[in-house]
């Protein structure tokens, strides 16, 4: 397999925990967001959506980062990263949802440059936008996790799901942006104890090929 | 079942499909976003995200269109809203959170509300912020359509799968904004493939009983 990402991207982030949670070796291609490159060919002849992560299994394309982690999971059952109840399975996949519709969306690197190129947005209150979704959207996911008996040393439970795939790398992006974190001291607690995970540790920003 | 959702979400439209193609009877709770309903009680008690759809199931209160899609066919696999063999999983899902992670998060009530009340941007520039997303957003879905010989009569072969369930209420809504549509002829073939379907026509706003 081949892992086609960057290492800031935190959809990519998510991809590269499932792969090392699932033990599965890969090759690691940068497409260097900033310098665009994900625009042009060769990247930009593989998928018409230029975005990253893209996985490469085989002949196959695979995109969008919780498609493939789901795929991941269907072909690599072990370790499971959804529990098996279906109850439980909704949970986990809302609160994934919660980072990855919610919040996450609103913070690419596309979004920030169409509000500074477009909307003439400046600096400060481009960051101020930024630092809005993640610490409302950090909240909601806080009040989730407090509110809920199935919440444990991780989002759900005692290991690390898909959820906590999501949470970790928008936790990295919050602190990168000096967001404000001391609303979510149950979200901190599970980064804190994801990332005591060798899987979670390989795959961050800083342990990545193609990092400054 | 009961679904507390607003005719004119497009995450509600998903649910509303989804359990009209499952054959599921659901009480219909209305929930006023431009009222903002969603923030107070009794809708605030029963999820601290505040969003709609939310799907009562008994005591289970379920969030997030694409989990509870997702839960409604693992507990309810007749007809299958995702074909079965893992890479054609991947691509459906992948198209679904085309839609579901790349555009309708932008355009979201509170993102606008967000445009106009914090960033003091115009109407004009606000309907082409609006614009931007989906018609991009669109095109993107378009090619990976067109580029692939697994569509069909629906986006993935013969039969409605989660990826159209998204896609029907998002061109819903590029209508209604006067998007442009005439650069995305397969989006808008399955569209109306999908329209002439009772589950979809069922489901769409006008034929809800919180529409105007």
């Known amino acids: 397999m081949q892992l086609y990402n960057y290492f800031r991207s935190s959809a990519s982030f998510r991809v590269r925990i499932a792969l090392a949670l699932k033990g599965l070796d890969y090759e690691y291609v940068p497409v260097h967001l900033v310098r665009n490159e994900q625009l ?113 040393r991780f989002c759900h439970g005692e290991r690390p799901t898909v959820a906590d795939i999501c949470l970790v790398p928008q936790v990295f992006n919050a602190q990168r942006m000096n967001c404000r974190l001391d609303h979510v001291p149950t979200v901190m607690r599970i980064v804190e104890a994801c990332m005591a995970l060798d899987a979670f540790a390989r795959a961050q920003p800083s342990a990545c090929p193609d990092a400054a």
Chains 1, 2 share one sequence.
């Open 40 to 152: 042009a060919p060769p990247f930009s002849d593989m998928t018409p959506a230029r975005l990253v992560p893209l996985l490469k299994d085989g002949d196959a394309t695979l995109v969008q980062s919780l498609a493939i982690i789901e795929y991941l999971d269907e072909t690599h059952p072990e370790p499971p990263l959804l529990p098996a109840d279906p109850l439980a399975r909704a949970r986990v996949r809302a609160l994934a949802l919660d980072v990855a519709c919610e919040i996450h969306p609103l913070n690419n690197l596309r979004v920030l440059r169409y509000l500074t190129r477009e909307l003439k947005v400046e600096e400060s209150a481009k960051d101020a936008w930024y630092r809005h979704w993640v610490e409302d959207g950090l909240a909601a996911v806080e009040a989730q996790l407090t509110n809920h008996a199935a919440t444990g």
